[in-house]
Each structure stands twice: as C-alpha cells, then as structure tokens.
Nanobody, 122 residues
Framework: EVQLQASGGGLVQAGGSLRLSCQYS?????????VGWFRQAPGKEREGVTC????????AYLDSVKGRFTISSDNAKNEVYLQMNNLKPEDSAVYYC??????????????WGAGTQVTVSS
C-alpha cells in the first residue's frame, strides 16, 4: 500500500527557512515513481510546487519558488525533502507530498499524504 506523510511545517518569520520531509512507503523512486510537493492556501486552489522524477531530475512548477525551494531525495530513508529558503508570507499554505508511477514529473498524482502547515509571518 502506497502511503505518504509530510512533516516539518511550522511558523517562521519572513526570510527564514524550513525543511519539509515526506516519508513514503509502499514504493521507491527506483520503482519508477515521481514524488511532488504541492500546496494550498486558504481560499485558493492547490498548486504544484516542485517534483522529483525517478531519475532524480527536479521540476519546479512555480516561478515564484525557483532559486528558493529545492527538492531532494534519500532513497535509503524513503524520504523526499523540500528545502525552503528566504520564505515569504505568500508561501504560507498547507504543503502536501504526492506520488505517481511515472518516469517523468507530472502535476497529476495518484497518491496523496496528509499535509503539513507552513506559516510565514511578515
């Protein structure tokens, strides 16, 4: 059974950093799964943030996070991370990790974990 759980959220001041972790089970990236990070702010639609492919190629979906957010993976720990630097109040949202069995990143995911709240104060 595929499962994912995001953690690491919290309250941080603008300009600060957080690292989110996505612990997954039931698959590995080597099995041909891509894992992505998404976020949803109150009153807004969910949006894709970034994704890592089975070949560890990353794709950033949002121009606003390029140069600030980095996705990485540790296959030995079955974890995917989202390092978020220079956080801005508009980054505040619930962040989710999700997975799909595809060799390339896509915004359409099949498996979703519970989210973790990120709040950036100004």
């Amino acid at each position: 059974e595929v499962q994912l759980q995001a953690s690491g959220g919290g309250l941080v001041q603008a300009g600060g950093s957080l690292r989110l972790s996505c612990q997954y089970s039931g698959f590995t990236l080597d099995d041909g799964y891509a894992v992505g990070w998404f976020r949803q702010a109150p009153g807004k639609e969910r949006e894709g943030v970034t994704c890592i492919s089975p070949k560890k190629q990353s794709t950033a979906y949002l121009d606003s996070v390029k140069g600030r957010f980095t996705i990485s993976s540790d296959n030995a720990k079955n974890e995917v991370y989202l390092q978020m630097n220079n956080l801005k109040p508009e980054d505040s949202a619930v962040y989710y990790c999700a997975a799909v069995k595809r060799l390339i990143c896509t915004a359409s995911m099949n498996y979703w974990g519970a989210g973790t709240q990120v709040t950036v104060s100004s």
